[in-house]
């Protein structure tokens, strides 16, 4: 299956999947589709680790210079390009569809980036916490705070016996108990900060952490699934928090996964992390939920409708998909460049299901089928071929190898994209 389908295009997969226009693009998006949906976290992953490599990034700075730009124009020039072009418009593979998925690579390339390559406060599970907090659009979360209070009664009235002596009294009580205090050093020992956790808590709010002003508890184990799973909350109060994490996940959700993936190669951070999956960790949260002085904060929540399973939820689920986001960060790479990359994507293709897909395309599309046909026609090695033979293309494609960008693994991805070798 000799394709060439604009190899440039090839350079942005595993960045943005446009909608396809036309019919041959219809069906290759079908195969896009089942990569994204299968492979996606995977590849998404791959990329925040091989930005941390020099050779990667000379590669992937290579792609947004006026150099490279001038070479694909002087490309697109060359009449031995025209034809190939033409010959492909012909069976409406349409190379603007690919155009497109370069060009959207290109305009998000720096924001990617940016995140990828960000400062971190440290190495531990406290600095995670904080540079989360960093990352969360406070302006917007204190200005749904305020606009919460004025609006809404059940809220503002939530909030303001969270404020009360009774309150104080049953917080209070808590942290009086040694067990508890105990239990709070137990995780500290393990790195997880309680006050840490309760300072997240004030910043979903988009407040600063200041016990006199707004002692909230709302159980600070749910908190550290923060950043991992957004659920839908159930009832009232939660409703409106939920407003608040909504807030933060679509402004701040990225840039969150991009911590974790970042965090995630710190033994110290993996030490908390790993803690959170033990017998040991579940057994201390047991003990907690069993004291007198526990179900007294948890009865008090529950009065206004602060839905203690709603916390619950988030922890489950964060500890249902712990193991598999952990996997994904501790991925082995077959390298540290470009090549490698596009290597490591192929390896985490879905190749089952995108050679069924192939087989059902080219049985049940004739235009698909007949694409593909007149793709392995002498037509199309007369046309690919020379283009191969153009000396001024051989040269472009020899720059972009000097840049660590290999023509040849771009076509093994596309052949891949099929499900085919």
Same mark, same amino acid.
């Given at each position: 299956m000799k394709v060439a389908i604009v190899f440039m295009g090839l350079i942005a997969l595993g960045f943005s999947l446009p909608q396809p226009k036309k019919s041959f693009v219809e069906n290759f998006r079908d195969f896009l589709d089942i990569i994204k949906d299968e492979a996606g976290h995977d590849i998404e992953h791959l990329f925040e680790h091989y930005i941390e490599f020099e050779e990667f990034q000379r590669s992937f700075d290579y792609l947004t210079t006026k150099d490279f730009r001038d070479l694909i124009y002087e490309m697109e020039d060359l009449? %031995?390009?025209? *034809?190939?072009?033409?010959?492909?418009? #012909?069976?409406?593979?349409?190379?603007?569809?690919?155009?497109?998925?370069f060009n959207e690579m290109i305009e998000t390339i720096g924001e990617r980036v940016k995140r990828a390559r960000h400062t971190l406060s440290g190495r531990d599970f406290t600095s995670y916490i904080n540079d989360i907090i960093g990352e969360f659009p406070k302006d917007k979360? *204190? *200005?749904l705070y305020e606009q919460k209070l004025a609006e809404d009664e059940e809220f503002r009235v939530a909030l303001e016996n969270l404020q009360s002596e009774e309150w104080d009294a049953v917080f209070g009580a808590l942290w009086e108990s040694e067990q508890f205090k105990a239990e709070v050093d137990t995780l500290a020992e393990h790195g997880i900060d309680v006050h840490v956790l309760m300072k997240e808590l004030f910043a979903?709010?988009?407040?600063? $952490?200041?016990?006199?002003?707004?002692?909230?508890?709302?159980v600070f184990m749910g908190l550290i699934a923060l950043g991992f799973s957004v659920p839908r909350p159930k009832k009232s109060f939660v409703e409106n928090f939920g407003d608040f994490l909504d807030i933060i996940k679509d402004e701040a959700g990225n840039d969150i996964d991009n911590l974790f993936e970042q965090y995630i190669e710190f033994e110290e951070f993996r030490r908390s992390l790993d803690y959170l999956t033990t017998k040991d960790f579940r057994d201390l949260i047991y003990e907690m939920e069993d004291l007198p002085e526990f179900k007294a904060v948890v009865d008090f929540l529950e009065n206004d409708n602060i839905e203690i399973h709603f916390f619950i939820d988030i922890f489950n689920e964060m500890m249902e998909t712990i193991g598999e986001r952990v996997k994904r960060a501790r991925q082995t790479l077959s390298g540290r460049d470009f090549t490698s990359y596009i290597n490591d994507i192929i390896d985490v293709f879905p190749k089952d299901k995108l050679a069924a897909? $192939? %087989?059902?395309?080219l049985a049940e599309d004739e235009e698909f089928r007949v694409a593909l046909e007149n793709l392995q026609s002498e037509e199309w090695d007369a046309v690919f071929g020379a283009l191969w033979e153009s000396e001024q293309?051989?040269?472009?494609?020899?720059?972009?190898a000097e840049h660590g960008i290999d023509i040849h693994v771009l076509m093994k991805?596309?052949?891949?994209?099929?499900?085919? #070798?």
């Open positions: 009449p %031995e390009f025209k *034809a190939v072009v033409d010959f492909l418009e #012909n069976d409406n593979i349409d190379i603007h569809f690919f155009i497109d998925i979360l *204190a *200005a979903i709010f988009g407040q600063n $952490y200041n016990p006199g002003k707004m002692k909230v508890a709302i897909l $192939y %087989e059902q395309k293309f051989k040269a472009e494609v020899d720059t972009l991805e596309l052949f891949a994209i099929f499900g085919q #070798n």
